[in-house]
């Protein structure tokens, strides 16, 4: 067993390249047919779990890299594999839980799978409809049972995790409802992030950045996780949906190896701006670097053209603000210029 610092502490797994979500918020909707639809290979699945099993410091086993895992159709034994072979890692997945049936739940819940978290937008049925292009009832019915199922089994509290986050079609209202909702139900880690991002400009709908020059990442995933995707690819982070920084692939080399190249150390160069990149250097478009100069470059109009949602309000308030503004400085100009023409007729028609 190696305890060694040149190795990433979490590694993230596409074991399979699809989701059968459509979320406004994310890439998918643009980059779904850039790659085929794939499984990785059970093979490069045990080479990636045997070498972490050699790594006493690996604390993250992440099932799921942009994509929806329970497509996978061998995501429990996978579960176990990773957790048998690296038990002091914690293994965990994120799902939109559509695909759940009782036998995948009763499955998973009495697999080594550590804890699930279900990333669900809404929860009335005409949001996270609009927001996920998924069916709200059966999802909604299949999340539910399998809470109820896995409170039998698991400790619910550590298990299970809800995140969602803001976007066009949810209110402050149903933000808020949204968190007693799943309170209600018994749980407790509930996770919120409060804004949909572009995801370095890979949704298109989105308001994107640029910066000129990035100093960093603000992100752990940058220092110390690992992405691979299901061909054995190593991109250079969750952000990478186009595969554009492709680093090494499991196939060919190990872990150890990609993560402590050459070509991974100059690209941790020019995230962290020791050296130079081009315009179009996928950092240089992301919401997480770290930037000395941001400008947001493109404010589209995805977020103006929805009737619902907080931010139509929020410039709601906002024009109702500058429009009392500009009539009560309209209505004083006009009253001191009439003050000071009546005074002048007054005054002359005294003398
Ligand atoms: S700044 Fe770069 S490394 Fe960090 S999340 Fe964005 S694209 Fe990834």
Redesign the pocket.
Known sequence: MKRNLNFPKYVSIQTTSFCNARCVFCPNEETRNLFPVRIMDRGLFHKIIDECSEYENIERIILYLNNEPLTDPHLVERINYAKEKVPWASVHILSNGSLLTDDLSDNLINSRLDWIGFSIHGVTKKTFEAAMGLDYDSTFQRVLRFIDRAKEKRNSKDFIMITFLRHAYLTLEEKEAAIKFWSDKGIERISYFDGPISR?GNVKNLPKVRHRK?QG???I??TEMIHIVENGDVV?????WRREVVLGNINKQDIHEVWNSQLYDVMRDR?DGRRESGESF??KR?E??ISSVQQVEVMNAFTEKLKVGSYPKRCLSKFILLSCIFACALFYSSYFWLFKKLRGKLILGGS
């Not at 250079?236 to 990478?240: A, E, L, R, W």
């Open positions: 370095a990035t990442c603000s992100t995933w940058a250079f982070c969750c952000m990478d995230r996928i950092c992301c997480a670097a």
